[in-house]
């Protein structure tokens, strides 16, 4: 009998980085608290994660960071202050927050890499499949992002990695996979190699690994077996090249809009793409931007 697909029900969040390109803005908060409009950033990789049906949430926190935490809490203390004042609106709008089935916490003591920072997770996520959902790439998508990795891999039944196409230039920047097309899925990919930050000229495609992944907990042997790298940490490509010599892996094009908010311009653009959206903003945001000389009537 062939065994039964495990259901994926958690998404880790590493949330542990040290976010240098937002100092001193992250000096004592973490980049994943840094708002988009009126949410902390995180906030929008848990909607997806809810979307797409994962309830459980483990977060990887640094040091002395426990806002994240907080923020998906309830704060009775807040809650029952706006409710004597009667601030029906403000109530609604704290109660926005979404509410996994659990959401727990696990510290990064020292921010050792993202392969680490997974590892970390391991005895939250226990022996079963799940998904890696880095917050800062903030990605606008029907079916959401993560929802279009499950349906592979409820396909395919290997991990399946996020990939975007990306410029010859910004290749050096992502891990960068190489792969052939599976016959009959549309924008997948059976893995043959991944490299950490190529050299442009080195890169094998421009086939990018972006913030989504659904993983297997086999990767974990392998990361805590994975050698550190000329900056002492631990990278999850590295992990992930391991993973391939014992399995297939696939890489899966998103059909969406992905912003990098980890960086200032990424951030930025983010901020007015949302903004754009939003139908309390969008009409006086775009009349601000004609009077800076940007933007057009249609
Ligand atoms: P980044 O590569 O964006 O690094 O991490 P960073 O430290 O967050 O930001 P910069 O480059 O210094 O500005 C990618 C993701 O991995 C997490 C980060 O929190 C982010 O979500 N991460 C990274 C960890 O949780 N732990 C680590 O040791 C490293």
Do not use: W
């Not at 000096?27 to 797409?52: F, H, R, T």
Request: charged share 25%; with cysteine.
């Amino acid at each position: 009998m062939t065994p039964v697909l495990q259901t994926i029900r958690k998404a880790v969040f590493p949330a542990a980085g040290l976010g240098t390109r937002f100092l001193p803005a992250t000096k004592a908060q973490a980049k994943e608290m840094l708002p988009l409009i009126d949410k902390p950033i995180i906030q929008y990789g848990v909607e997806e994660a809810l979307a797409s049906g994962l309830d459980h949430v483990v977060l990887v926190t640094g040091q002395g960071k426990h806002a994240i935490e907080d923020h998906f809490n309830v704060d009775v203390e807040l809650e029952t202050l706006l409710e004597s004042r009667g601030k029906t609106d403000l109530l609604a709008d704290i109660r926005s927050v979404p509410c996994p089935a659990s959401v727990a916490a696990v510290q990064q003591n020292e921010p050792l890499g993202l392969g680490h920072a997974v590892l970390v997770a391991r005895e939250l996520v226990g022996d079963e499949p799940f998904v890696v959902i880095l917050s800062d790439d903030v990605i606008d998508a029907n079916p959401p992002a993560v929802q279009q990795l499950i349906n592979v891999y409820e396909r395919l039944e290997d991990p399946v990695l996020a990939v975007e196409r990306v410029p010859a230039d910004q290749v050096s920047s992502y891990g960068v996979i190489s792969g052939e097309p599976v016959p009959g899925e549309d924008g997948v990919y059976r893995i043959r190699d991944v490299v950490e930050k190529p050299p442009k000229e080195d890169a094998p495609s421009d086939l990018a690994i972006i913030g989504r992944y659904v993983l297997t907990p086999d990767i974990f042997p392998i990361l805590e077996s994975t050698p550190r790298d000329t900056r002492g940490e631990i990278q999850l490509t590295d992990g992930l090249r391991r993973l391939l010599a014992h399995r297939p892996l696939y890489a899966c094009q998103i059909d969406g809009v992905r912003h990098d908010t980890g960086s200032k311009s990424g951030f930025l653009r983010a901020t007015a793409y949302f903004a754009l959206k939003r139908p309390d903003l969008a009409e006086t945001f775009r009349r601000y931007l004609r009077t800076l000389g940007v933007g057009t009537d249609d």
